[in-house]
Nanobody
Framework: QLQLVESGGGLVQPGGSLRLSCAASGFTLDYYAIGWFRQAPGKEREGVSC????????NYADSVKGRFTISRDNAEKTVYLQMNSLKPEDTAVYYC???????????????WGQGTQVTVSS
């Protein structure tokens, strides 16, 4: 069964850090690009970052550039999102998704995780 499971969310103070993990099972992660998305209450889901299947290409939303870093370990079938200098506006449910198109549009991601809550608050 194809599955993505996010973990690593939680409550953190402004300026703090979290590392999210996206663990894949039931398929070969090597062939898939992975995207991280987030959805805050009352807002539409937005793309945060993506990494190509070969790790040769990464992309970030302007709002997280310089603060977030995406990486992948295909041997461990896991993709990470290191989030530093967190701000209250980063509060959202974070989702990872897998797709065959490198950093494609949201609808091009075939598999989605259930999400992990990130709350940035003092």
């Amino acid at each position: 069964q194809l599955q993505l499971v996010e973990s690593g969310g939680g409550l953190v103070q402004p300026g703090g850090s979290l590392r999210l993990s996206c663990a894949a099972s039931g398929f070969t992660l090597d062939y898939y690009a992975i995207g991280w998305f987030r959805q805050a209450p009352g807002k539409e889901r937005e793309g945060v970052s993506c990494i190509s299947s070969s790790s040769g290409f990464t992309n970030y939303a302007d709002s997280v550039k310089g603060r977030f870093t995406i990486s992948r370990d295909n041997a461990e079938k896991t993709v990470y999102l290191q989030m530093n200098s967190l701000k209250p506006e980063d509060t959202a449910v974070y989702y990872c998704a897998a797709g065959r198109v490198d950093c494609g549009l949201e609808y091009e991601y075939n598999y989605w995780g259930q999400g992990t809550q990130v709350t940035v608050s003092s």
